[in-house]
């Protein structure tokens, strides 16, 4: 599906628009903030998983030359906050829950003082049994780690849409199975910082690398127990966020404590040791079991799912997350009857939060290798099963998902020919396989107040140069470069004669900001409103030069046409002609969008969001059967993100999140002993480099999105979805084992083979 | 006259909205912005009045360790500008023509390094003969300053309205002299600064205590050759503006200029002895020769004027003060038929500029005294005279200035009331003597680009809090405080829930600035206007949840009520409720207001502002006739401002400006030495402390102006313009004596006291 309307910029490579910033090292990222006279704040972080504080003496810790605040809950309101379930606190309150649960922090003069003034404080704490698993959590008798839930969970996800007794009856062909995942840490180049800022007139300034400053604001003035308006947020450069930087952790919270206590600016950067134990909260481990029931033909009859999810000490998001990993798939293929139990429980351990794909690389993983499994027992290929089930403009999912725009159909169709499919699948070369594995993601998500929009105020100087002033937030993604494309498009301007402002909650209107692949679809349809509404002012003001009617107005380049009278003038002569006259006044609009999309309702029925996009991916891969290892030789992602927007920014979100799902698959992990992550920083947590990364072939469907911004809906999380599943499958199809615990580490391969060799022996 | 509505917070005093981070020591001067690594800039300025450049040698300069850029003509355009007529350099291009004159500059990691670096740089001068009087330049013969300029005439008005000969044959009293005026400086707690960085991706940023930041980066883009937009002007807190600080010098060009060939940020702020030698443009000194001719009566029947104004060096905005002087006067008195010529005459000194009152105080120091000496011929008492020819309500100057909302005899009444003027005139105490004198001045004037408007954006978060951007500019005047006002007061919120954002190009709409008394009453509408939209969207919420109409409703506090139901729910609960729906958008107004008035023609008719503001004065002196010592025993100053939104503010404006008022008639000035100021520092130039002011006594009209928010229009400038004048008059009353060039020393007041004894005796 494509348009009538040319495109000259959207569609078109665009270099980032803060890149030569980013390249050239001015780009002003947390630790380059200038703050004169900024102290260092360090944290006190508990020892233990789960213990009693008795006592906290900070006597020798004021008492330090240069240490200029020491605050613990005592200068806190005791007030539990969190995005869903307020059940967090900005400095332990009686009890510490995870190792890494903040108990203190110092202000002081340079970090060597801040720290020496950390050990000086004295803890007392009655440590507590702990638990470490979500099993154990839930058995009786377990120890409480909080009080008010039964069995330490805190939500319960319990649905069924049809019948799905009856309709595994009516099935042909039943296959089920269990699959577990791990954390998964976003390990982005910078960690979590904030430079924070207090007036005794009453206000914060939070300067922070985070992806949803307006969300930020509104859970810090929560826990401050002040206003919105009391407290400022000023998105900085941020380096790298995929879901940890959204504001679900306690870094800049204790940062505005200790300013305020100081009276003076207070900078904390996460070292990377605390980062991984404390910081970005890390993609929720889950337990699925799923059964599935075909019609003999392979059409998907009935499927059943349950979910444990570890929540760990404090919820965040991972309510939402376990959400989606319950429904979400079921957008993916044509569904009718299914049930879902889903349980979130608390252990001793890292809260858990979001990542990129949010709940549904745990479920993909799942589902995905069972789909595989149940190709091998219909005995169909994978992809035809897949095609054959996969959805289309039109679909209703069981819970309320609108399907419009959708090219899941075409993305399997492009996989099977850039993998050469059908050759690969017959060949059957030894130790060498594919496989295949879909997935669907939002273009935003309606889950918090009922509102999934956007905003955005353009202005258009008198040099006929634009502005675009917006709170969603840059975040290395690319989002900026988008709409500035967009307004630049709409604008009929050149993209170089478009700008685009760092997003801060004074100066900018309420933008949810970076979250679940929201940004060229929410916030580009917001960009295009205001940009639309600016036209109409200049095209008014250029048809009274032209003496001509809007009407017959186009721009491009700068210049505004009237194609029938051959006649035009530049964009520059039009705005300064209209603001320097009596009765002048600047180029400005505004423009809002808010998604049709419609909230849950109690039975978890609604319509997530505005848009679906789509994703097929297959991967070929070579098993060292000596050494377990796997090698992926090529690797195949097709998108369905209707039009892409900026050709090369899309190209960096799939090669990003490919990376990320083949870390997730292979080689992400951390081990921990009594709930204290081991080594934790990036020697003992392997993230695949530049040599790990398969050669890969993508390409994106020829998609038209009907309500997005010139035809676009979200890309940046389905790149990692259906990865590890791909993967497995691959690997069972290479040398017919199953690896159901991720990550696929060479030590369960060589295992399984050695069972699988046994099995045949 | 009053108004119907009722208002609870404009006209109430309000504590300034920055107050609290300038008494804490924490609001940023350009002093205390953060520049990390930021160089010290410094200006190499000409020693000669006027002298050919031949050569310079930086290679010294440049090789000095902590030298990181040097800069000469070599690195401009060679571009000249200002603001009218662009005969100004960034950096000296063949010639200086004023002792201070910019020759290069040096950037260096410290300001001892920059001096040094200074020292090194080696000039070849051949020095011209200079001229540093009005009449020297215009002689034949005379060294011409710049090349195109015949008698360095730069410019001259000659306009004649009706019959002037046939009027002053009409008279029956005819009355005229000469008058002269000197230099006068802003001599503002800080002197000009700024701090420029150059992203070499083409973009200046420049953090300037500027009072007119987008015509700044007008001028500035166009010096270096660049597009409004890659300029971007970030207001600092500004310590005292009164003209001064509207870029009409080359500081921030030149950090601009040595930020880009360093590659580092460059601090300049000029040294007390700086500002005064070749800073901030100091008043234009002007010799008026004025004949006023009168009916019988005591009805103004003729007037006629020749002013010859001393340029200085360069224009600024001297074309355009000289414009005021000549005919501004004449819309505060009935006059029909007058004639004016003005010549405005380079000289070798320092350039001269906008100073509070503009051109009024020049050529009031003239017409107010010429008045008094005419109410003397006519054996009339002056105050009197002037009520007399007071203009009202329907009154169009010659010029075309159309009078509105006008109480300019209420405030002669209250003057004649408050000095008990009567009596005191009655009373001829031996060396005691009162003296009136009026004036009228602008809110706003059109005299830049056909365009006198402003603009602001109101922002109201989630939380009901109002939050404004505007790229008007406080400077210390207190706008901001004002503009917040407005906003509550419309919105129906308390002042203490609106915020305002500083004045950014970048962040704000187009805004033309501080200058002219314009704020209140232009930018104050545009405010009102962006209030006027916000509280429609507001009130259009409020009514759906209160199943009524929005024009049934009203705001106050943060409530918003349907009296007649007797409901109400709170700001804050609809703002919250309006974005958070399905179709929610935040809630965010632009407004834009032009003032009605007419850009002059090329016969200088015109209407230069949307509402006139009006002032008179009396004052008591006693002459210590030993000494010539003038003492103010009282003053009182009464204003037609419309409504006073602040009286706090605006009682600070009254006092502020009678500060500079009697400083200018008494002690400020500098004496030149070959075109170099003697003594340029608060030692050598006198302003008044606060033991040298008088009591004081103020009061306000009772008034309202049509046009203007809640009634307002402008104050600022009013209250210095008549106080010479004032002082001159009394002086007159109390010893006969007619002082006639500025300032009253008390030299002069002896010499002339001796001259009356001698013809006495």
Same mark, same amino acid.
């Given at each position: 599906?494509?348009?009538?309307?040319?495109?000259?910029?959207?569609?078109?490579?665009?270099?980032?628009?803060?890149?030569?910033?980013?390249?050239?090292?001015?780009?002003?990222?947390?630790?380059?903030?200038?703050?004169?006279?900024?102290?260092?704040?360090?944290?006190?972080?508990?020892?233990?998983?789960?213990?009693?504080?008795?006592?906290?003496?900070?006597?020798?810790?004021?008492?330090?030359?240069?240490?200029?605040?020491?605050?613990?809950?005592?200068?806190?309101?005791?007030?539990?906050?969190?995005?869903?379930?307020?059940?967090?606190?900005?400095?332990?309150?009686?009890?510490?829950?995870?190792?890494?649960?903040?108990?203190?922090?110092?202000?002081? @003069?340079?970090?060597?003082?801040?720290?020496?003034?950390?050990?000086?404080?004295?803890?007392?704490?009655?440590?507590?049994?702990?638990?470490?698993?979500?099993?154990?959590?839930?058995?009786?008798?377990?120890?409480?780690?909080? &009080?008010?839930?039964?069995?330490?969970?805190?939500?319960?996800?319990?649905?069924?849409?049809?019948?799905?007794?009856?309709? *595994?009856? $009516?099935?042909?062909?039943?296959?089920?199975?269990?699959?577990?995942?791990?954390?998964?840490?976003?390990?982005?180049?910078?960690?979590?910082?904030?430079?924070? $800022?207090?007036?005794?007139?009453?206000?914060?300034?939070?300067?922070?690398?985070?992806?949803?400053?307006?969300?930020?604001?509104?859970?810090?003035?929560?826990?401050?127990?002040?206003?919105?308006?009391?407290?400022?947020? #000023?998105?900085?450069?941020?380096?790298?966020?995929?879901?940890?930087?959204?504001?679900?952790?306690?870094?800049?919270?204790?940062?505005?404590?200790?300013?305020?206590?100081?009276?003076?600016?207070?900078?904390?950067?996460?070292?990377?040791?605390?980062?991984?134990?404390?910081?970005?909260?890390?993609?929720?481990? +889950?337990?699925?079991?799923?059964? #599935?029931?075909?019609?003999?033909?392979?059409?998907?009859?009935?499927?059943?799912?349950?979910?444990?999810?570890?929540?760990?000490?404090?919820?965040?998001?991972?309510?939402?997350?376990?959400?989606?990993?319950?429904?979400?798939?079921?957008?993916?293929?044509?569904?009718?009857?299914?049930?879902?139990?889903?349980?979130?429980?608390?252990?001793?351990?890292?809260?858990?939060?979001?990542?990129?794909?949010?709940?549904?690389?745990?479920?993909?993983?799942? @589902?995905?290798?069972?789909?595989?499994?149940?190709?091998?027992?219909?005995?169909?290929?994978?992809?035809?099963?897949?095609?054959?089930?996969?959805?289309?403009?039109?679909?209703?999912? /069981?819970?309320?998902?609108?399907?419009?725009?959708?090219?899941?159909?075409?993305?399997?169709?492009?996989?099977?020919?850039?993998?050469?499919?059908?050759?690969?699948?017959?060949?059957?070369?030894?130790?060498?396989?594919?496989?295949?594995?879909?997935?669907?993601?939002?273009?935003?998500?309606?889950?918090?107040?009922?509102?999934?929009?956007?905003?955005?105020?353009?202005? +258009?100087?008198?040099?006929?140069?634009?502005?675009?002033?917006?709170? $969603?937030?840059?975040?290395?993604?690319?989002?900026?470069?988008?709409?500035?494309?967009?307004?630049?498009?709409?604008?009929?301007?050149?993209?170089? &004669?478009?700008?685009?402002?760092?997003?801060?909650?004074?100066?900018?209107?309420?933008?949810?900001?970076?979250?679940?692949?929201?940004?060229?679809? @929410?916030?580009?349809?917001?960009?295009?409103?205001?940009?639309?509404?600016?036209?109409?002012?200049? *095209?008014?003001?250029?048809?009274? +030069?032209?003496?001509?009617?809007?009407?017959?107005?186009?721009?491009?380049?700068?210049?505004?046409?009237?194609?029938?009278?051959?006649?035009?003038?530049?964009?520059?002569?039009?705005?300064?002609?209209?603001?320097?006259?009596?009765?002048?006044?600047?180029?400005?609009?505004?423009?809002?969008?808010?998604?049709?999309?419609?909230?849950?309702?109690?039975?978890?029925?609604?319509? $997530?969001?505005?848009?679906?996009? *789509?994703?097929?991916?297959?991967?070929?891969?070579?098993?060292?059967?000596?050494?377990?290892?796997?090698?992926?030789?090529?690797?195949?992602?097709?998108?369905?993100?209707?039009?892409?927007?900026?050709?090369?920014?899309?190209?960096?979100?799939?090669?990003?999140?490919?990376?990320?799902?083949?870390?997730?698959?292979?080689?992400?992990?951390?081990?921990?002993?009594?709930?204290?992550?081991?080594?934790?920083?990036?020697?003992?947590?392997?993230?695949?480099?530049?040599?790990?990364? /398969?050669?890969?072939?993508?390409?994106?469907?020829?998609?038209?999105?009907?309500?997005? /911004?010139?035809?676009?809906?979200?890309?940046?999380?389905?790149?990692? &979805?259906?990865?590890?599943?791909?993967?497995?499958?691959?690997?069972?199809?290479?040398?017919?084992? %199953? #690896?159901?615990?991720?990550?696929?580490?060479?030590?369960?391969?060589?295992?399984?083979?050695?069972?699988?060799?046994? %099995?045949?022996?």
């Amino acid at each position: 599906m494509t348009q009538a309307r040319e495109l000259t910029i959207v569609g078109h490579p665009a270099p980032r628009v803060e890149g030569f910033e980013k390249v050239t090292g001015s780009a002003k990222y947390v630790a380059d903030i200038p703050a004169p006279g900024a102290l260092a704040g360090k944290i006190l972080r508990s020892p233990y998983a789960h213990a009693r504080i008795l006592r906290i003496d900070t006597a020798r810790a004021e008492a330090l030359r240069g240490v200029w605040a020491v605050v613990t809950a005592e200068d806190t309101l005791r007030r539990g906050w969190g995005a869903f379930v307020q059940d967090q606190m900005a400095l332990a309150t009686d009890k510490v829950r995870y190792v890494g649960d903040e108990v203190a922090a110092v202000a002081a @003069v340079d970090e060597d003082t801040a720290r020496a003034a950390i050990d000086l404080i004295e803890v007392s704490y009655e440590e507590l049994p702990a638990v470490f698993d979500t099993e154990s959590a839930m058995a009786d008798g377990a120890p409480q780690i909080h &009080d008010q839930y039964e069995r330490n969970t805190v939500i319960t996800i319990a649905v069924e849409r049809g019948d799905v007794e009856k309709a *595994f009856a $009516e099935s042909d062909v039943i296959v089920e199975d269990t699959f577990e995942s791990q954390h998964q840490w976003h390990a982005p180049l910078e960690t979590i910082g904030s430079v924070a $800022e207090y007036s005794p007139s009453g206000k914060y300034t939070i300067y922070m690398n985070t992806q949803t400053l307006f969300m930020a604001r509104g859970r810090i003035a929560w826990v401050l127990g002040v206003s919105e308006a009391d407290v400022r947020i #000023i998105q900085t450069e941020v380096g790298g966020g995929f879901g940890g930087k959204s504001c679900d952790d306690n870094n800049a919270i204790i940062a505005a404590l200790l300013a305020r206590k100081s009276g003076r600016s207070v900078r904390i950067i996460n070292t990377r040791e605390e980062e991984f134990m404390a910081g970005s909260r890390p993609r929720v481990p +889950m337990r699925v079991w799923v059964k #599935i029931g075909f019609s003999r033909d392979g059409r998907i009859r009935a499927k059943q799912m349950r979910i444990v999810a570890d929540n760990g000490a404090y919820s965040g998001k991972a309510p939402a997350i376990m959400g989606v990993s319950a429904f979400r798939h079921e957008t993916s293929y044509k569904y009718s009857d299914t049930k879902t139990e889903a349980h979130l429980v608390y252990t001793n351990k890292i809260p858990t939060g979001a990542f990129r794909g949010f709940g549904n690389p745990s479920a993909d993983w799942a @589902v995905e290798q069972l789909l595989d499994i149940g190709a091998k027992a219909l005995g169909m290929d994978p992809l035809e099963l897949l095609r054959l089930n996969a959805v289309e403009p039109g679909y209703v999912s /069981p819970h309320g998902n609108r399907v419009e725009g959708c090219e899941l159909k075409q993305c399997i169709d492009l996989v099977e020919e850039k993998m050469d499919w059908k050759t690969k699948w017959a060949a059957k070369t030894p130790n060498r396989g594919v496989g295949i594995a879909c997935t669907v993601h939002v273009s935003g998500k309606r889950h918090f107040m009922d509102y999934d929009g956007g905003s955005a105020t353009i202005k +258009m100087n008198e040099d006929g140069k634009v502005y675009i002033l917006s709170g $969603e937030g840059e975040i290395g993604q690319g989002a900026n470069t988008v709409f500035c494309q967009i307004a630049a498009e709409e604008l009929g301007v050149k993209l170089s &004669d478009v700008s685009i402002s760092r997003a801060d909650t004074d100066l900018t209107t309420f933008c949810l900001g970076a979250f679940g692949s929201r940004l060229t679809y @929410v916030g580009g349809n917001a960009v295009k409103a205001a940009a639309t509404a600016l036209r109409e002012q200049l *095209f008014e003001a250029a048809a009274e +030069m032209l003496e001509t009617e809007p009407r017959k107005l186009t721009a491009r380049d700068g210049e505004i046409l009237d194609v029938g009278a051959e006649t035009s003038v530049s964009t520059a002569t039009v705005a300064r002609a209209r603001l320097f006259r009596r009765g002048g006044a600047p180029l400005v609009a505004t423009g809002a969008f808010d998604a049709d999309s419609v909230m849950q309702d109690v039975t978890r029925y609604g319509n $997530e969001s505005g848009a679906y996009n *789509f994703g097929a991916q297959a991967a070929e891969v070579e098993v060292d059967t000596e050494t377990g290892q796997v090698k992926i030789r090529s690797y195949v992602s097709v998108a369905d993100c209707g039009t892409v927007v900026n050709p090369i920014g899309a190209v960096g979100q799939v090669t990003g999140s490919l990376a990320q799902g083949i870390g997730y698959a292979l080689t992400e992990h951390l081990e921990f002993d009594n709930g204290r992550p081991v080594d934790p920083n990036y020697h003992g947590y392997k993230i695949p480099c530049i040599a790990d990364m /398969p050669p890969l072939e993508y390409a994106f469907a020829d998609s038209y999105e009907p309500s997005g /911004p010139f035809g676009a809906k979200g890309l940046g999380e389905l790149g990692s &979805d259906p990865t590890a599943a791909c993967i497995g499958n691959a690997i069972f199809d290479a040398v017919g084992i %199953r #690896i159901k615990t991720l990550p696929i580490t060479p030590e369960k391969v060589l295992a399984l083979l050695r069972e699988r060799d046994a %099995r045949q022996a």
